[in-house]
């Protein structure tokens, strides 16, 4: 009987786990998506001060 519970404590930490996991994915991904934007920016900057 204890067991189960371990087993739905056990079940219920690690699917947690996955969704902060999954989590920091989509931010990472996000992040990555704004850097490139910023340098796409950054980099159109300095070629017009060059102009």
């Known amino acids: 009987m204890n067991l189960s519970f371990l087993f739905a404590a056990f079940a219920v930490v690690w699917v947690g786990v996955l969704a902060y996991v999954v989590?920091?994915?989509?931010?990472?991904?996000?992040?990555?998506?704004?850097?490139?934007?910023l340098r796409a920016v950054l980099e159109q900057r300095s070629s017009n001060d060059r102009s």
């Open 23 to 37: 989590s920091l994915s989509r931010r990472n991904r996000d992040l990555e998506h704004d850097l490139e934007d």
